[in-house]
């Protein structure tokens, strides 16, 4: 069993940066693939990045690429994901997630309770 918290969220005018994290427990955190989703308000859920439990590979949603960063502290069983050059289209509740499997874009039994992100413009 995973247990996610996520912080870090909040407003931003548009060009900022934030930095979510998501502490994790459980015994074997550093075997799980984590990944960080976002969902818009009438829109679904949907995938951000992810990075494997070693650290490698790493894979973006397009249109991130170049503006976020995700990492893992196996030490401190969290998962961080670095947000530069916030648009207000990135405006979304930021989820965490844990999968068990091989997956990266789907499939995660493990999910957070979410953060906020409000970018302004």
């Known amino acids: 069993q995973v247990q996610l918290v996520e912080s870090g969220g909040g407003l931003v005018q548009a060009g900022g940066s934030l930095r979510l994290s998501c502490a994790a427990s459980g015994r074997t955190f550093n075997r799980y693939n984590m990944a960080w989703f976002s969902q818009a308000p009438g829109k679904e859920r949907e995938f951000v990045a992810a990075i494997a439990w070693n650290g490698d590979p790493t894979y973006y949603a397009d249109s991130v690429k170049g503006r976020f960063t995700i990492s893992t502290d196996n030490a401190k069983n969290t998962v961080y994901l670095q947000m530069n050059s916030l648009q207000p289209e990135d405006t979304a509740v930021y989820y965490c997630?844990?999968?068990?499997?091989?997956?990266?874009?789907?499939?995660?039994?493990?999910w957070g309770q979410g953060t906020q992100v409000t970018v302004s413009s």
């Open positions: 997630a844990a999968a068990s499997g091989d997956t990266y874009f789907k499939g995660y039994d493990y």
